[in-house]
């Protein structure tokens, strides 16, 4: 039946899609629609037909458009957020793709491209807000070199806003290790984490709702549904990421603790003082290739002292895990270890120790087994693949010798990279001095669990059940008070 303008198919589809998108029951997005909004029905149902046309019936988990309101829960930090599963990816986060992928990466970016170039309105007052930004375009550096991260506008405010999260949790840190006199060379308890990440939200929660009462020079402007829902979009993208990383986080955990508790047994406490010696020195260490087949190689140590040790790495597995290390301490150095600039990330994670720990998170994804995604398989660590397959919905972090010529790629994908920064961050962050303890991994593994969970809440709070205008506020006044802080120096710009 048509009704003013639009069947009562469209309607239904419309009020279903947007309910997903804006995590909302469907009958309040049929009261959002029937707010003003009646006249988008039609044209939002010939957006959402044209993406079945290129994706089929169900686009919108390839592109991480919907998260449905029952996709949030209580995990196990007693924290509200998205539980994991597998529409939760990484894959526009990759650096590189393999020859496989190519083709499947470059199709759900051109269509997202679509989804978000049909909501914008080009002479509108969102326009900036909403338009679609190439990698090249962004403002913020590290966003520029990764090929698949084009989005609108206003996902730049996303990623500042876990920026801010990120710079008061720390403040929040160093307040109470000030305050305590904590040693510089012991991490912050993971009770204090967790409070400081705690009051870092409830902070930039009050901030928010500042900027997005705080009208620009326009003064009062018309509501716009594309505005909000290309909005949402990009939120319940950089939500699903968060929520990938937090299943990653999971998996590490998994790795570290047997892993480097095996190291421990084995007499392998602290960072091997041949490496130290290159740091006491200032010297580059060169001997990785060397330790790891002293260690893991065909008549390694540790294969004598235990048979959890009994698989060999061959050479060309040996030069895979050094090339995987130095690039996966590179890209951590550019990313999670840049929040207080360059100099301290290379002081902090550049060392030839940190390399060392990132070496052994390498190797932990080949020597683990596991029940991974709940099969009942034990198998060689598994992480879930970036891009939908229906033949294998996971694949082996650490490549098979017989990986076929598609798959191959001389450096990790975006979930193994993940993990392995994980691995390396939970026995970093878990240790004093130069130690290599399995102990205190599972208490800092819930702290960062305890902030993804906090990052996704602020995501949430930003963008859900907001107008376009308010919208609009927090992308211009947000963007002011970064900048802001990158001129005083308080914040370094990524």
Not at 150 to 164: K, W
Not at 171 to 200: F, H
Not at 459 to 474: I, S, T
Request: hydrophobic fraction near 40%.
């Amino acid at each position: 039946m048509m009704k003013s303008g639009y069947t009562d198919e469209e309607y239904r589809q419309v009020r279903e899609n947007l309910a997903a998108i804006m995590s909302v029951k469907e009958d309040e997005s049929s009261m959002l629609l029937h707010d003003g909004h009646m006249h988008e029905v039609s044209p939002m149902s010939d957006l959402f037909k044209r993406m079945s046309g290129i994706l089929a019936h169900k686009w919108m988990a390839p592109v991480l458009a919907k998260i449905p309101e029952q996709a949030w829960g209580v995990g196990e930090t007693g924290e509200r957020h998205v539980i994991p599963d597998d529409v939760a990816s990484m894959r526009f986060l990759s650096p590189e793709i393999t020859v496989k992928y190519q083709k499947t990466a470059a199709k759900l970016v051109a269509a997202r491209k679509v989804l978000m170039e049909g909501l914008c309105e080009r002479d509108g007052p969102y326009r900036e807000m909403t338009a679609w930004t190439e990698p090249e375009g962004f403002t913020i550096r590290n966003m520029r070199h990764l090929p698949l991260i084009a989005d609108i506008a206003f996902s730049e405010t996303l990623v500042r806003l876990e920026d801010v999260l990120n710079h008061e949790m720390h403040i929040c840190d160093a307040r109470w290790r000030q305050a305590m006199r904590w040693p510089q060379n012991q991490a912050t308890p993971g009770a204090v984490t967790r409070e400081s990440s705690r009051q870092a939200l409830e902070f930039l929660k009050e901030q928010i709702d500042v900027w997005c009462r705080k009208d620009g020079p326009d003064g009062k402007l018309p509501d716009s549904l594309r505005a909000r829902v290309a909005a949402n979009l990009s939120a319940n993208r950089a939500i699903l990421e968060l929520c990938a990383k937090d299943a990653r986080g999971k998996e590490a955990a998994q790795v570290t603790i047997p892993f480097f508790g095996k190291l421990n047994e084995c007499g392998i406490v602290k960072v091997a003082e041949e490496v130290l010696v290159c740091d006491d020195r200032r010297e580059k260490w060169t001997g990785l290739p060397e330790l790891l087949a002293r260690w893991f190689g065909h008549k390694g140590l540790l294969r004598e002292k235990d048979e959890y040790f009994a698989r060999v790495m061959t050479p060309s597995q040996i030069e895979t895990a050094v090339r995987w290390s130095e690039h996966i301490q590179k890209r951590y150095l550019a990313d999670r270890g840049s929040a207080w600039g360059p100099e301290k990330a290379a002081e902090a994670h550049g060392n030839a120790h940190n390399l060392f720990i990132f070496a052994m998170a390498t190797v932990s994804t080949f020597y683990v087994k596991g029940n991974w995604g709940g099969k009942a398989a034990f198998r060689p660590v598994q992480t879930l693949n970036e891009f939908p397959n229906r033949s294998s919905s996971r694949y082996s972090s650490f490549p098979a010798s017989g990986v076929a010529k598609g798959d191959k790629l001389l450096l990790p994908r975006i979930h193994t990279e993940e993990l392995i920064k994980q691995v390396y961050g939970q026995i970093y962050y878990a240790n004093t001095g130069f130690n290599v303890l399995a102990g205190g991994v599972r208490d800092y593994a819930e702290s960062r669990g305890n902030l993804r969970a906090h990052l996704q809440q602020l995501h949430e709070f930003a963008v859900r059940n907001r107008g376009a205008q308010e919208l609009l506020n927090l992308h211009t006044h947000l963007a002011a008070y970064v900048n802001d802080k990158y001129r005083t120096g308080e914040m370094v710009e990524a």
